[in-house]
């Protein structure tokens, strides 16, 4: 059965003689024995570590963005994050290992916001639901998915992007990382993406 994330008491993990202390840490990967009690609260019985990225991680640049990750995935209720989310986390932090960090985070966001369903479906207008025709409106406005027809608030290029950055978060929501490491982007390319991201989480539920 999966219970999503989950919070649970590792008891005397803070005494120097227990076998959590090294293990229970941020950036390590465990395989954990819980059990529950009669209040519903969950208690890790036993603690093996699988893998540690905390040698791997160890610039200041990396470690930061992990722990924007683990700040994220703080925000998601417990019921509501779905298996393939760690998945999603554990190959975030192999990536982190080897490529550039602030591009891996702004990829890990596309697509935790896929996995929860708030990323919007870029293809149809959310107030008509017809498809639409980006050839005619020319901009894109991430947070607001609408079609000419229904653009009330008349946006200007200034305030929306070129299609052609839709069509990039779209290829990042989809494909996976050994595709999308393929992209070839500039520093602007780089610096709207940062921008985008940044947006739809804001606008998300979380």
Known sequence: ENFGKISA????AR?????????????????ILLYRGKTGDWTVAECSMEKT????????????????????????????????????V????????KEKSIFILKIFQIKLLKFLGTLP????????????????SRIWIPTENICTKCD???????????????????????????????IKMDENDEKTLIRITEKLWASAVY
């Open 121 to 136: 479906e870029f293809a149809y207008c959310e107030k008509c639901f017809e498809k639409i025709n980006f050839k005619a």
């Open 53 to 88: 990225f905390q040698i791997s991680l160890k610039t200041y640049e990396k470690i930061q963005t992990i722990f924007k990750v683990i700040e994220m995935l703080k925000t998601i209720k417990e019921s509501e994050i779905p298996e393939q989310i760690f998945a999603l």
């Open 90 to 97: 554990y190959e975030t932090m192999e990536r982190l290992e």
């Open 15 to 31: 005494k120097l003689q227990s076998p959590f202390v090294s293990r229970l840490q941020p950036l390590n990967v465990c395989e």
């Open 9 to 12: 008491v590792a008891r005397g």
């Open 152 to 182: 009330e608030k008349k946006y200007t290029k200034k305030e929306g992007y070129e299609d052609r950055y839709r069509k990039l978060v779209q290829f990042i929501k989809n494909r996976p990382y050994a595709e999308i490491k393929k």
